[in-house]
């Protein structure tokens, strides 16, 4: 059973080197009485939040999470499995199952918190780690509920074309508002643009000036910021802000894993906008996932909805897969694909 292992709990930016490949030999049976089922992992999910949780636990770390990984155990994450055998009576072999597993070949897991998969949706089971599941919640909770959208509105998306910005951009669309998102590369700005819809796009990392690109964009200001990047964007971004706007605050990658974390110059603007800011995290919603899935399945069926995937293979791939997040390597969602069945 091939593991993904932390060496050490990593300072600064996570690298390959802090992850290690093993195999367990280890054998594993679902014990009579356990509850529990032995799965065949198929897709992982590469997440920023992973980052997090390879570095030392700390005040401000441990509010959102309270199990960090440890060094010389298996990193873990959400994944797509294939029940292979159970000790519980709602799961039976050949069931598919997401929800939280380690990084290896085959778990043994106990299934309270695992979702079993409807086969009778026709999707990719890759689906259930992007936008059938927490990255599709995380959009959907974070535009709709934080940032209090109406039709003709204004909004911008940093990593827009990840695996939750491409999404938020898409519902954006739908609800009719003037859609731009800031991306890494030209590749990915031209995906916003020609895939995904968005109204207009710039890479942040050519054009320097984010107050101009702001500007230009926006000569009206922004009702609505959706922030996952954090520091320098947000900085130009309050600065373009209109009064009353909202700013969603999914997440801050680029501040993760810095020593020292930006100053934010502009923040009395919010004051003198009266801007509304908020932070979430997706497990605070997790009862509006039925409702979610209502939602979104009709687009996805109807083909108004885009989801852009980056599949990687082999479990050995994984740790370059992972870090990758944090140079902006990966196009639309990350996904390491163990097995495909
Ligand atoms: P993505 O698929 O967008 O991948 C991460 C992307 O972030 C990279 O591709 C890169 O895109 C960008 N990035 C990486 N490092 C930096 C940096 N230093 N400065 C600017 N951009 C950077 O990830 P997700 O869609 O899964 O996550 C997006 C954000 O949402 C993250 O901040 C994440 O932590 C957060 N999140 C929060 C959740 C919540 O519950 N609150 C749940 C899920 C995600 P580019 O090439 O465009 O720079």
Redesign the pocket.
Known sequence: NKQVILKDYVKGSPKESDLLIVSSTVELKVKPGSSAILVKNLYLS????MG?LMGEPNPSTSA?MDVFFVPGKPIAGIGVSRVIDSDDPTFSKGDFVWGTVDWEEYSIINPTGSFKIDLNINVPLSYYTGILG??GL?AY??FYEICSPKKGETVFI?????????LVGQFAKLMGCYVVG????KE?VDLLVQKLGFDDAFN??EEHDTDSALKRCFPKGIDIYF?????K?LDAVLLNMKTYGRIS????????HLETRDIVHNLPVIMFKRLRMQ??????FIDRFPKFLEFILPYIKDGKLTYVE?IVEGLENGPAALV???????????ILEVSRE
Do not use: H, W
Request: glycine share 18%.
């Open positions: 590469c997440d920023p939040y997090i959102l927490m990255p995380t909770a974070g940093s990593a827009a074309s990840g695996a939750v910005g491409q800031s991306a890494g590369s990915k942040y990392k922030e996952n990047v954090g520091g964007m605050v999914c997440g801050m990658i680029s501040q993760y932070g979430f995290a997706s497990f605070d980056d990758g997040l944090f140079r902006g390597q990966n196009i639309g969602k990350q």
